[in-house]
């Protein structure tokens, strides 16, 4: 699976909108991009994820570059319970061994009043 | 939307006995199930993949004799530590993954975890 690139840290206030980026240069063309976070001591949550094009649901959207080397996790109005890190994962199309997500080490997000 | 249950939450155990963990998915078939290990400020680290019907796929490094992995139905997995020492305590995570018609391609369901600590 590709590599991703995260900040280790970012620092957001509440209400606005937090941008997290990531890069995934290496990336290929069958390989999806997910996102999870996970709260302090709990399990990773889904976010969103893409494929080529833009995508948006209730939580978030996500931005993925028309070269798709790099993408961003837009939470339009971040509030505390935001708070947590930001998983960026890169995950091969296909059955089997090979689907399955590697965590990277994220970024933690930060959000203050 | 899919849910994954973990069980248990936490628990505590002697240097040297054997500790189970299971998880279910509740309200959908999960023929592909993971597990996961977390150390404090690190990363999740995927151990083994658990696949139902047939052995598990361990990551290299981890020692399968020790980290024993039974999927023996389309809901629930098990992950047994063996002769559980220190070292072995850790934040254990584990993760269903389902085909999602609507998407077109796999999603990923995690359980809450299990916070297992030997003394």
């Known amino acids: 699976d590709a590599k991703t690139t995260q900040p280790p840290s970012m620092d957001c206030a509440e209400g606005r909108a937090a941008n997290l980026p990531c890069n995934h240069s290496?990336?290929?063309?069958?390989?999806?991009v997910y996102w999870y976070r996970q709260i302090h001591s709990q399990g990773p949550q889904y976010i969103i994820h893409?494929?080529?094009n833009n995508e948006t649901n209730e939580m978030a959207s996500l931005i993925i570059t028309e070269d798709r080397k790099s993408s961003t996790l837009i939470l339009p109005h971040a509030t505390l319970r935001d708070t947590a890190v930001y998983y960026c994962?890169?995950?091969?199309?296909?059955?089997?061994?090979?689907?399955?997500?590697?965590f990277g080490t994220g970024t933690r997000l930060q959000v203050t009043l | 939307g899919a849910v994954v249950s973990q069980h248990p939450s936490w628990v505590i155990c002697k240097s040297g006995t054997s500790v189970k963990i299971e998880c279910r998915s509740l309200?959908?078939?999960?023929?592909?199930m993971f597990w996961y290990r977390q150390f404090p400020k690190q990363s999740l680290m995927l151990m083994a993949t658990?696949?139902?019907?047939?052995?598990?796929t361990y990551e290299q490094g981890v020692e399968k004799d020790k980290f024993l992995i039974n999927h023996a139905s389309l809901t629930l997995s098990t992950l047994t530590v063996t002769s559980a020492h220190p070292e072995d305590s850790s934040f254990y995570i584990c993760?269903?993954?389902?085909w999602g018609a609507g998407t077109g391609t796999y999603g990923y369901t995690f359980g809450s975890g299990t916070r297992l600590t030997v003394v």
């Open positions: 993760s269903a993954r389902d």
């Open positions: 290496t990336i290929s063309g069958n390989e999806y």
């Open positions: 893409g494929l080529k």
């Open positions: 994962i890169v995950r091969v199309a296909g059955t089997g061994t090979a689907s399955k997500l590697t």
């Open positions: 309200d959908f078939q999960a023929t592909t």
């Open positions: 658990s696949n139902e019907g047939s052995k598990a």
